[in-house]
């Protein structure tokens, strides 16, 4: 990326301890704005923190003499300084005078758009959504510069406070052949993006900041021309859109309409529903969530239609990394079937049909509630490890049938379990209709399963299997992928290549709904994206601990996850083998 900013221009309208402070600083090629208010100390702000510029306050006789180094206030409180991109914000008090400026540095970085170039060429109208300070107006700039330099399109930008093209009547050269059009005052938006249409000829117009009902009818108008369009919202994702009656006709326009009776059977919703009005003015949305990390929707409508169902969309994120490498996953949603009845693991499993899921009517199914054990505390295995010595089975063990296995060992096989949750273990049992009994009594054991961590830090554990000949098979954690792969080297058994429908329902033990969407979710991007077509795949944020789910299912095809992310929107990424 190429960054041009002209900072010393901005650093020449501020008084001059300020500007030799700043001229100094280390971190000055990353300024974001400097601060000014009255009687306050002046402020510089970076990415991420902010720092005093001086100790003494600002007086009004430096806040006036910046106001005369720079360009004439507008109607939007908003002035620049000639051939930059530089604006000055200003801040009135009840009778008008200016008590404060707000100094944003603006800066052309070329090859912002890397991310999305595959849509601009296009020729699809492009919306960008986003929070303030996450670049959406230099992403414009930029893709005004390559519709105009690069794919040779006539392109007209509607720069209403001249933060695109810079202040004076010479655009910035940032744009490229891209021409430039001023609005004298923000209500006239709307008016200037009819005229550019009229009068010039455009192929794409390119506008910032479409806040008003009368812009969003302008902007419909445009498209229906043939007109491609770039521009930017206010709002973060398109579900803000949605909710803003005002802008609503951006994404197609909603409206409520009433289903006859079989219709409303059939889709299993009310009569009356929400449903797009008509084609939406942008065919792309494009989701700036962080200067490196945008979500992209290639169909608005498409993305529409599925949010007014109650259901998640499956958008695009690309990232790009410091070297410049651009990454693609996909998220994946379900269809959340919490209306209907459940109904019982044999129908969700049938034996006799292929491996098709976890729904056989678009409800997950739970297991039957299993009776449940729990351990917790190393106290607790020490005091069930000393009872051992002198338990004894009500049932007599050696008595019971046993037949040879396939290597001469005798089944069902006695498991003494030391720090694995008993509760896990007998639904695998149960699950996986394995021969396999749990026993408290070492000496009747057959093999002790352990976790690794316990047979480290128990001695006494090991000097009794020692003296009873009883081997120790560990495992690294309390979780169903690794019970499971423990008891089959207990039985000698392969591990699948893949795992069928009777191991997953180890993971629907009595779980919420959410936790089966989040399973489901989890397994429908494994065996649909990630396994066929080698891309990784991002998941909808979730609970830590409905997230460790995610990861033993996961673990359970032999892939790879990690979590990223800040609460409360940390999430499963997963990786191709």
């Known amino acids: 990326m190429t960054i041009t900013d002209d900072l010393q221009k901005l650093l020449d309208i501020l008084p001059q301890d300020l500007r030799q402070a700043l001229e100094s600083h280390p971190k000055r090629d990353i300024l974001v704005e400097?601060?000014?208010?009255?009687?306050?100390?002046?402020?510089?702000?970076?990415?991420?923190?902010?720092?005093?510029?001086?100790?003494?306050?600002?007086?009004?006789?430096?806040?006036?003499?910046?106001?005369?180094?720079?360009?004439?206030?507008?109607?939007?409180?908003?002035?620049?300084?000639?051939?930059?991109?530089?604006?000055?914000?200003?801040?009135?008090?009840?009778?008008?005078?200016?008590i404060g400026l707000t100094c944003r540095v603006g800066r052309a970085i070329f090859g912002t758009i890397g991310m999305i170039r595959d849509l601009v060429e296009t020729g699809k109208s492009i919306l960008m959504l986003g929070r303030p300070g996450v670049g959406k107006t230099t992403a414009l700039r930029e893709i005004a510069r390559v519709l105009a330099d690069d794919l040779n399109k006539?392109?007209?930008?509607?720069?209403?406070?001249?933060?695109?093209?810079?202040?004076?009547?010479?655009?910035?050269?940032?744009?490229?052949?891209?021409?430039?059009?001023?609005?004298?005052?923000?209500?006239?938006?709307?008016?200037?993006?009819?005229?550019?249409?009229?009068?010039?000829?455009?192929?794409?117009?390119?506008?910032?900041?479409?806040?008003?009902?009368?812009?969003?009818?302008?902007?419909?108008?445009?498209a229906e021309r043939g007109v491609q369009l770039v521009g930017t919202a206010h709002g973060n994702q398109i579900e803000n859109l949605i909710?803003?009656?005002?802008?609503?006709d951006l994404v197609g326009g909603i409206q409520a309409v009433t289903l006859g009776d079989d219709e409303a059977r059939r889709r299993g919703s009310q009569k009356t529903v929400l449903e797009r009005k008509a084609p939406p003015t942008f065919e792309i949305a494009v989701e700036m969530l962080e200067r490196q990390r945008w979500t992209v929707h290639e169909s608005v409508a498409d993305t529409v239609d599925i949010l007014l169902r109650g259901r998640q969309?499956?958008?695009?994120?690309?990232?790009?990394?410091?070297?410049?490498?651009?990454?693609?996953?996909?998220?994946?949603?379900?269809?959340?079937?919490?209306?209907?009845?459940?109904?019982?693991?044999?129908?969700?499993?049938?034996?006799?049909?292929?491996?098709?899921?976890?729904?056989?009517?678009?409800q997950m199914v739970a297991l039957p509630q299993l009776p449940v054990e729990r351990v917790t505390g190393r106290s607790e295995f020490d005091r069930l490890l000393d009872e051992s010595f002198n338990y004894s089975e009500s049932i007599d063990l050696d008595a019971a049938t046993r037949v040879p296995g396939p290597n001469g060992e005798d089944l069902p096989l006695h498991v003494y379990p030391y720090g694995v949750s008993r509760h896990q273990l007998e639904q695998v049992i149960s699950?996986?209709?394995?021969?396999?009994?749990?026993?408290?009594?070492?000496?009747?054991?057959?093999?002790?399963?352990?976790?690794?961590?316990?047979?480290?830090?128990?001695?006494?554990?090991?000097?009794?299997?020692?003296?009873?000949?009883?081997?120790?098979?560990?495992?690294?954690?309390?979780?169903?992928?690794q019970i499971t792969r423990g008891l089959r080297?207990?039985?000698?058994?392969?591990?699948?290549?893949?795992?069928?429908?009777?191991?997953?329902?180890?993971?629907?033990?009595?779980?919420?709904?959410?936790?089966?969407?989040?399973?489901?979710?989890?397994?429908?991007?494994?065996e649909q994206i990630v396994i066929p077509k080698g891309q990784p795949v991002e998941l909808l944020p979730r609970s830590p601990q409905v997230r460790k789910m995610q990861h033993e299912l996961v673990e359970h095809y032999r892939l790879k996850s990690h979590s990223f992310g800040e609460e409360p929107n940390r999430r499963l990424r997963i990786y191709p083998a």
């Open 489 to 526: 080297r207990l039985l000698n058994i392969d591990d699948p290549e893949m795992a069928d429908d009777l191991e997953l329902q180890l993971f629907l033990h009595n779980g919420s709904d959410d936790e089966m969407d989040a399973l489901e979710e989890a397994r429908l991007a494994v």
């Open 313 to 362: 969309p499956t958008p695009q994120t690309r990232t790009v990394d410091d070297q410049g490498k651009i990454g693609v996953t996909r998220q994946l949603a379900v269809v959340n079937g919490r209306g209907g009845q459940l109904g019982t693991v044999e129908e969700s499993f049938p034996t006799a049909r292929p491996s098709n899921g976890w729904r056989s009517s678009g």
């Open 34 to 98: 400097v601060v000014l208010d009255l009687g306050r100390r002046p402020e510089a702000r970076f990415p991420n923190q902010a720092e005093y510029l001086s100790e003494v306050p600002v007086t009004q006789e430096q806040i006036d003499d910046c106001i005369q180094r720079v360009g004439t206030f507008g109607g939007d409180n908003r002035a620049g300084i000639e051939q930059t991109l530089h604006r000055i914000s200003a801040i009135r008090n009840r009778t008008g005078k200016i």
């Open 154 to 222: 006539r392109v007209v930008i509607i720069d209403t406070s001249n933060e695109i093209a810079g202040d004076g009547d010479v655009a910035h050269p940032a744009i490229g052949r891209a021409r430039r059009m001023q609005v004298a005052h923000p209500n006239q938006q709307h008016q200037v993006m009819i005229e550019a249409v009229e009068n010039h000829m455009p192929e794409v117009i390119v506008i910032d900041e479409i806040g008003t009902e009368l812009e969003a009818l302008a902007a419909r108008t445009i």
């Open 431 to 481: 699950v996986l209709t394995l021969p396999v009994l749990l026993t408290k009594d070492i000496d009747s054991a057959d093999a002790i399963l352990a976790l690794r961590s316990h047979v480290k830090n128990h001695a006494k554990l090991r000097q009794m299997a020692k003296a009873r000949h009883v081997p120790i098979h560990v495992i690294k954690s309390s979780t169903i992928p």
């Open 243 to 248: 909710k803003n009656p005002t802008l609503a």
